[in-house]
């Protein structure tokens, strides 16, 4: 029984729900790997049925840091890597501020910013204005970065600024891979210097990265053979209703 491995003993969760949890991570990142966003939005949520707020984010982050490596490394030959190091500048800037806010403003009003921004670049004629330029993208990594502090799921705000910027389904899906990488290390690395203690959960963690790349290898299979056409528009309703969840759960919070 997991209950009983010494790397579970801390972990305060039964046995079913560790094996939930651990399904869970293979199907999410699966779903990612397949289309590209969404997992990470899902696994947080389930995360956050079991478990306490205070451990949700610097847990998810272990987690999709793991997830995301192996997504990057299977697909690494289309890594954009210029973007990448674009990415890494104002992922460390963010990271920093927020780390420094972290209890400073409320979740609801976090999750609506990043809803409403996620929708404006999805629909918005910003394209081009991404596409001309490292500003924007710049910017739209340090805010990132920073709401990533709070409210963890900033994949698909991640996915927005990058498919502005690339063009082919496999690019887009391993560059976003490696760069959400680097947002989750920074934050694990944040989380640490604030305090908390990433050794009680180190058994689920592990489980839940090792059953996360086997997802990988399964929806990387899909992503292979799926329609250019339709990747693209499944890519758009699913950032579309990722961020409308957040923006209606953001709402109904502050009322």
């Given amino acids: 029984m997991l209950e009983a491995l010494p790397f579970f003993a801390n972990s305060q969760l039964g046995e079913l729900t560790l094996w939930g949890l651990i399904i ?14 969404g997992g990470g939005v899902a696994l947080l949520a389930i995360l956050g049925m079991v478990i306490p707020v205070t451990t949700l984010i610097p847990l998810h982050g272990m987690v999709q840091m793991g997830s995301n490596a192996g997504r990057a490394w ?3 030959p289309h890594i954009n890597w210029r973007l990448i190091r674009l990415f890494l500048l104002g992922a460390i800037i963010g990271t920093m501020i927020g780390s420094q806010i972290v209890i400073a403003l409320p979740d609801a009003l976090l999750k609506i910013i990043l809803a409403l921004f996620v929708l404006a670049i999805t629909w918005l004629p910003t394209p081009r204005l991404i596409a001309s330029g490292n500003g924007f993208l710049g910017i739209g990594v340090v805010i990132a970065s920073i709401i990533g502090m709070f409210v963890g799921a900033t994949g698909p705000l991640i996915a927005a600024l990058i498919s502005g910027r690339i063009g082919e389904r496999q690019r887009v899906v391993a560059t976003h891979a490696a760069a959400m990488t680097l947002s989750h290390g920074l934050k694990i690395i944040a989380f640490g210097f604030i305090g908390f203690v990433y050794t009680d959960w180190l058994g689920l963690i592990c489980a839940m990265i090792l059953s996360g790349y086997l997802g990988t290898l ?3 299979r899909l992503l292979h053979v799926m329609d250019e056409i339709l990747f693209r528009k499944i890519f758009r309703v699913l950032i579309t209703a990722l961020a409308l969840l957040m923006l209606f759960g953001g709402l109904n919070s502050l009322i």
């Avoid at 869970?24 to 966003?37: D, H, P, Q, V, Y």
């Fill in 24 to 37: 869970a991570s293979f199907f999410t990142s699966a779903f990612t790997a397949a289309f590209g966003i």
């Fill in 74 to 76: 299977h697909l690494r």
């Fill in 218 to 220: 399964t929806g990387a």
